[in-house]
């Protein structure tokens, strides 16, 4: 597994110290309740994480620490692509923000709108993050 540093994208304004814990409603697809937190030691993972996140608030990235396992994220990794190359994780435990990272630069409007597209077509399909 990977030693880090880990990176979580979100829309949420944190403090220094702060959990972010599963169980809550997912910022992505149907908004289900997730069964885990996400981290990745990716920056462009993270941004992703940010700005695919719903709702109108800024996006950001913190840097964080787990609190206990995690294990492949399987919706971007061996089961939809060979190995793990956004290096991003889940966990069943929270994840202890750490720090906030201000400076980072976003995908173009060109990257976003296709990606959001992308995940149209899969919602149409039925297609959702697996979260058992």
């Known amino acids: 597994m990977d030693f880090g540093p880990f990176f979580h994208g ?3 304004d944190l403090w220094i110290g702060d959990l972010l814990e599963p169980g809550f409603r997912s910022n992505y697809g149907s908004q289900q309740k997730a069964n885990f937190v996400y981290l990745s030691t990716t920056m462009d993972a993270a ?5 695919l996140a ?5 996006e950001r990235i913190y840097r964080v620490e787990p609190t206990g396992a995690f294990e492949n994220d399987p919706n971007l990794t061996d089961k939809k692509f060979p190995g793990n190359p956004t290096r991003s994780y889940r966990s069943r435990y929270p994840l202890r923000v750490v720090e906030e990272v201000t400076v980072w630069e976003g995908h173009s409007e060109e990257q ?3 990606m959001r597209e992308h995940l149209e077509e899969l ?3 039925g297609i959702e ?3 058992e």
């Open 112 to 114: 976003l709108r296709q």
């Open 54 to 58: 719903a709702g109108d608030a800024p």
């Open 129 to 131: 993050a697996i979260n």
């Open 123 to 125: 919602k149409r399909q």
């Open 10 to 12: 979100t829309k949420a």
């Open 47 to 51: 941004i992703w994480g940010a700005e």
